[in-house]
């Protein structure tokens, strides 16, 4: 069963709610982690995050100790495993990485998935477990998981990139709009991880996150497109340097918000899709009506589906924009249900 982030969130919404746990697969840098949290914070729950790739069988079953008579021993918790004991409030614990993890780790954690107890320690209802790691074939150090270990989660679900549902994070997290634009045009480089021995990346969509936060250091340009390769793979940065050189040469998007009625209209896809992610990034109350009217001459144009887009990205920045003029103009217009359809 394969997911995309916005699917799983919804999935995790629904397990969470119910108590049940679930076991989350996929590439490296697809974003599971990142969406366990988003889905914690959503759901108001704490969380508690465990690495059983470096973990010992005691820190899921509790420590060897003696009692005062020194005639009888029990297990003593400690770490995350006493937080989830002591757990008042609704909590996730987060078992990342847990395909990586020795067999004799996943051992421990077998009777806590299912019986939620331990040497005679009893996990409170309020904990819901949720657990995620990469594929064999990944090459992430992965060796499987024990039969009776995957058997205790409800689900097993894989994670797939999802240029929409990326996009959505992306304009909420601060990267730029060429960024979003180049990937919008790129889809297929959103994610194309290629387990490999050399030390290079893949682009995925943690290593685009980094080069937006290389792409905000300014760097020379030579540096910046070595460390950029670094991040992503030469192949992919260059593509990008390309792509963002090419947006400088568009008409400014000052000058469509200035002029709307005459300002050029790109003829190229790459083109239009840097200027409709541009103008969404700079939608708001002030501006959405000047963007309609340039959006209303790129329908003319036959390039509906540009406008679609930038509206859908538009109100993905700012929901308040549904409650404009403008947006009931455009749902009315020529491609109303498509607007309707894709920004819901």
């Known amino acids: 069963m394969t997911l995309n982030p916005t699917q799983l969130l919804q999935t995790l919404a629904a397990f969470i ?21 988003q889905a914690a914070l959503t759901a108001q729950h704490d969380l508690i995050i465990s690495h059983p790739a470096v973990s ?8 060897p100790w003696p009692d005062a008579n020194k005639k009888s021993a029990g297990f003593i918790p400690f770490g995350e495993f006493d937080k989830a004991l002591r757990a008042t409030v609704p909590t996730i614990w987060f078992f990342d990485d847990l395909g990586q993890s020795s067999p004799a780790v996943q051992a421990a954690c077998m009777q806590l998935f299912l019986a939620r107890r331990v040497n005679g320690h009893i996990l409170p209802d309020c904990v819901t477990f949720v657990a995620a790691t990469n ?24 994670l797939e990139a999802d240029i929409d549902s990326w996009c ?5 997290n601060g990267i730029s709009a060429t960024l979003i634009a180049f990937l919008r045009y790129r889809d297929e480089l959103l994610s194309k991880f290629v387990p490999t021995a050399d030390l290079t990346n893949s682009p995925c969509p943690r290593t685009w996150s980094h080069v937006s936060r290389i792409e905000a250091l300014n760097l020379p340009q030579t540096i910046e497109s070595t460390v950029m ?13 390309a792509f963002r050189q090419m947006v400088k040469s568009l008409v400014n998007i000052d000058a469509i918000l200035l002029d709307p009625t005459k300002a050029a209209i790109p003829t190229r896809p790459d083109q239009l899709y840097a200027t409709m992610v541009g103008l969404a990034g700079r939608a708001n109350a002030q501006t959405f009506n000047r963007i309609g009217t340039y959006l209303n001459r790129v329908i003319d144009a036959q390039k509906g589906e540009f406008a679609v887009l930038c509206v859908r990205d538009a109100i993905r920045r700012d929901n308040g924009l549904l409650n404009t003029d403008t947006f009931n103009k455009l749902s009315c217009g020529p491609i109303g249900q498509l607007i309707s359809g894709k920004v819901n």
């Open 229 to 241: 390769g670094g991040a992503v793979g030469d192949g992919a940065a260059t593509e990008y340097l």
């Open 17 to 37: 709610l119910a108590r049940m746990s679930i076991l989350i697969t996929g590439a490296p840098g697809v974003g599971k982690s990142e969406i366990v949290t």
């Open 135 to 158: 594929r064999r074939t990944d090459r992430a150090g992965v060796s499987g998981i024990l039969e009776p270990v995957k058997s205790r989660f409800a689900s097993i679900v894989e």
């Open 168 to 172: 959505n994070w992306a304009f909420q």
């Open 56 to 63: 010992d069988p005691t820190d899921f079953k509790g420590l």
